[in-house]
């Protein structure tokens, strides 16, 4: 891949981890119902377990 | 000119309890990081753990410190500044405060001196038992005095009977109608807190490309811990939120800005606002349209309640109310915002390799202490003019001290207390730029429990231990 | 049964084990100020920094005490003692801090042991002037203060402070002569020497000008004549005895003894001041909480207390001995 057709993936990745990021708040903080919360909370807690056990590159990155 | 005691008797318990609440905060969640590390040492003899353990028990020892002095202030203050509150409120307060300094103040200094000195005194597994007591002290310590604050917020469990408050049922005492939601938010501010803290400082070493492993480990669990953490608070608040609206809902809508009875519809969510007490209104106001509504109402078009449905002589003053609120709400949004970017670029593997992520974890890294002092500032700003909602008013619990009195103690306590908080930060920052230790190859104890209680032991241990000799110079 | 007396029972057992404990912490603070080898300064404070937190928490739960069982009495007794309360805390919270701070410093650790110091010999003095203002008598009127902040700034309650003061040195001194070995034990041998006449002696002058200050106390000798005066006499036997066994075979007895004379002087200042709480004015039943609240109090105390000895003591245990020449190593 070019280092074009990373950066265009990385920036719609960005946007969608925003979107997502903001859907999770306004479910989480109760803006569809307490049930609604509930279940936003658990899945996001899930998510974030699962997302903590992925490997971290450890050089420094001369892309950043 | 004359000062009215009243308003300085206020400014001074403000004083104090503001700078006390900063360390408590910081401590709560030190606690239990140390406790969690020292588990995680024990459990994987991992090096970096026990690294991560006697750096942070150095920042907590400072901050528990103070923390300790500073309350010590507090619990005879109220009789100091607020002898007829103390008087009124001794009764149903005074017995939890009791139960808070037996059950949690014993157990934290009984079992701080071991988790500070014990290390080479004591074998491992007391030593983490010691460390897990602090922490619980800790977390039952917060426990009784939330339980103290929120009989002041919403009392039950009472009768007055000619003046005097008397206990009738010491479980609504406690397990008063908003205890139960109030706990849990303080704490998890707390653990919040201490997530950020430590986040931070690993950022800063990672940022400077010293103690990689140090770093690497404590941004990992400082942003884990922070994610969970951040997204049960929010949704705490939204509960708590709808609690208080019950319960003191003149707070609430001192909180959201609005004056008149109905607000528009749909309502904007202000951020910044002038009001104008006096007149009931605001000067000018901005705010984001429907969020408002969205937010407030869980609708698209529901109005709020303003201030004005609350008599003039019982509001709170709504600047102190509204920014607080929105300086802590602001917080957990960019708090939100962080773990969201931390998620993000742990999915990328990049978490300890993006520069400019790193630089917004240090600049976070107090963030928990701003947010928490804002949420206070709305609870208790918010509960006036009561001190005991409903019961007291906090003009009528002043002690009968003169103005000056209070005035020249004031100063007393601004002039000691910066030099309590110039010191810590100095000691801290010192502290960070040295550096964690390296880890003694094997730093075990002097041995088990039993045999750490002989006294020849004991003695032998300081003079002949080999890791403490592979310590001296 | 007779509740507020259980509670009042309770609150004069925190403030006893506070005097006992902190005493002697303070007195090894004060100590500080008159010991100029940096080495043994190090070696003074470290004696005491393990437990110091625990001994300190017993002042919080006198003062909790009251306000949970004699609130009247806290309401009285707090703005009476606005000023000495104030300096107190901001003492005690000098030199608690100066524990954590002195030990990040290396070359400007004086600074810090000096602060220490102060901190620790204003809140002695502080504490004693308390007592004396508590001796002279508050103004009381329809059970609220009504005197004047600087009422306590007399002479009685200055001889008093410094009887306290005296009083916490020997403690301190008892104490290093338990724990040091080498220079500070003579140290130790030297400082208990010149306090504990001092502290008999101002013990003495307070409790002859007692008399005199307070009409109360004239009432209390004639009611209990023969408990007082034995209270006196084995209070001088016990002076006697400390000077005897200074520098001697025991580590402990001095410390012991004269944990001892404090004992006997707060036996004696109970005798003197019951049935009231605030002082020849107001009886300790006038001034409680409704039953529900000393129940609670006395439930929490009864079950928790043992527990908060037990490993109070356990504590000390582990810290036990002589204080290492070292430090703690940590």
């Known amino acids: 891949m070019s280092r074009t057709e990373i950066s265009a993936m990385r920036a719609t990745g960005v946007v969608i981890a925003n979107l997502l990021g903001a859907v999770f708040f306004f479910v989480i903080i109760g803006v569809f119902g307490l049930s609604e919360a509930i279940v936003g909370l658990l899945v996001f807690v899930s998510l974030a377990l699962l997302i903590f056990r992925r490997p971290q590159t450890k050089e420094h990155n001369s892309e950043t | 000119m004359k000062l009215d005691p009243t308003v300085v008797a206020r400014i001074q318990f403000a004083f104090t309890v503001s700078f006390h609440i900063i360390f408590p905060t910081i401590s709560i969640g030190l606690a239990t990081f140390l406790a969690i590390v020292e588990g995680l040492w024990l459990k994987t003899k991992d090096a970096v753990y026990l690294q991560i353990y006697r750096f942070w028990l150095g920042i907590f020892a400072m901050s528990f410190g103070v923390g300790v002095v500073t309350g010590i202030v507090l619990s005879f203050e109220f009789g100091l500044g607020f002898a007829r509150f103390a008087q009124i409120a001794g009764p149903a307060i005074g017995p939890m405060i009791a139960l808070e300094v037996l059950t949690s103040f014993f157990l934290e200094a009984g079992f701080l001196g071991i988790m500070l000195f014990g290390l080479h005194r004591v ?29 002041m917020q919403t009392p039950d469990g009472v009768s007055i009977q000619n003046g005097h408050v008397a206990v009738t049922n010491w479980l609504n005492v406690i397990v008063n109608p908003s205890w139960l939601y109030r706990l849990p938010h303080m704490l998890a501010a707390a653990y919040i807190t201490g997530s950020f803290f430590v986040a931070g400082v690993g950022a800063w070493y990672l940022l400077h490309g010293k103690h990689e492993d140090f770093g690497r480990r404590t941004v990992a669990l400082g942003t884990a811990f922070a994610t969970i953490l951040i997204a049960g608070q929010v949704f705490l608040g939204d509960i708590l939120y709808g609690t208080m609206l019950r319960y003191q809902p003149s707070k609430m809508q001192a909180a959201e800005g609005f004056w008149e009875d109905h607000s528009q519809s749909p309502a904007p969510y202000y951020w910044i606002i002038a009001p104008d007490q006096a007149h009931q209104r605001n000067r000018f106001a901005i705010g984001i349209p429907y969020l408002g509504s969205i937010w407030l109402t869980h609708s698209l078009r529901g109005q709020v309640n303003g201030l004005k449905n609350t008599p003039p002589d019982r509001q709170p003053r709504m600047v102190m109310v509204f920014y607080g609120f929105r300086i802590m709400y602001g917080m957990a949004i960019l708090m939100f915002g962080v773990v969201i970017t931390s998620l993000w670029l742990r999915w990328q593997g990049r978490l300890f390799t993006t520069r400019w992520f790193l630089h917004a974890l240090l600049i976070m890294t107090p963030s928990g202490v701003i947010a928490t002092l804002a949420g206070w500032y709305v609870a208790e700003t918010g509960r006036q ?3 005991i909602w409903g019961i007291l008013r906090t003009a009528d619990a002043v002690s009968p001290v003169p103005a000056g009195a209070l005035l020249s103690t004031l100063i007393a306590f601004v002039c000691i207390y910066a030099l309590f908080i110039t010191a810590f930060l100095v000691f801290t920052f010192r502290m960070i730029r040295r550096g964690p230790e390296l880890a003694p190859a094997h730093a075990e104890a002097s041995g088990s429990l039993k045999n750490a209680l002989r006294p020849q032991v004991m003695n032998n241990a300081a003079s002949s231990h080999p890791a403490l000799e592979e310590q001296l110079p | 049964m007779n509740l507020p007396l259980l509670s009042a029972a309770f609150a004069a057992f925190a403030i006893a084990l506070y005097v006992m404990l902190d005493g002697f912490d303070l007195g090894v603070g004060a100590l500080l100020l008159i010991q100029s080898d940096e080495h043994l300064r190090d070696h003074m404070v470290d004696s005491i920094t393990p437990t110091w937190d625990g001994n300190e928490t017993w002042l919080i739960m006198a003062g909790v005490a009251l306000l949970a069982a004699f609130p009247i009495a806290y309401s009285i007794l707090l703005p009476a003692f606005y000023l000495p309360l104030i300096v107190m805390l901001l003492s005690l919270g000098l030199r608690g801090v100066a524990f954590e701070f002195r030990y990040q410093v290396d070359s400007h650790r004086r600074i810090w042991d000096v602060a220490f110091s102060f901190g620790s010999i204003m809140a002695a003095l502080m504490q004693g002037l308390i007592v004396g203002g508590l001796i002279q008598g ?7 203060f009504s005197g004047s902040v600087f009422d306590v700034f007399r002479p009685f309650p200055l001889v008093t402070a410094a009887a306290v003061l005296n009083g916490y040195l020997v403690l301190g001194s008892g104490w290093l002569h338990l724990k040091a070995t080498g220079a500070l034990r003579l140290f130790a041998e030297r400082m208990l020497h010149r306090a504990t006449p001092l502290f008999a002696g101002l013990a003495a002058v307070s409790c002859i000008a007692s008399v005199f200050v307070q009409p109360g106390i004239a009432a209390a000798w004639s009611a209990h004549s023969v408990p007082l005066t034995l209270i006196v006499v084995l209070f001088f036997s016990t002076f006697l005895a400390v000077m005897a066994v200074n520098g001697g075979h025991s580590d402990i007895l001095p410390f012991a003894l004269a944990l001892g004379l404090f004992g006997l002087g707060m036996s004696g200042l109970v005798l003197v001041v019951y049935p009231n709480i605030v002082p020849f004015r107001l009886p300790l039943w006038d001034a ?25 003591a356990f504590a000390y245990r582990v810290f036990r ?3 290492p020449e070292k430090g703690w190593g940590v």
């Open chain 2, 123 to 151: 074998g491992p597994k007391l030593h983490f038992f010691a460390t897990c007591m602090v922490a619980l002290g800790t977390l039952l310590s917060a426990s009784w005095i939330l339980s103290a604050n929120s009989w």
């Open chain 2, 385 to 387: 003019p009561w001190v």
């Open chain 3, 138 to 144: 508050v103004t009381i009127t329809a059970n609220r």
């Open chain 3, 288 to 312: 409680a909480s409704s039953t529900l609240s000393h129940v609670f109090l006395l439930i929490g105390a009864a079950v928790v207390t043992p527990v908060v000895l037990a490993y109070s």
């Open chain 3, 321 to 323: 001995g002589k204080t």
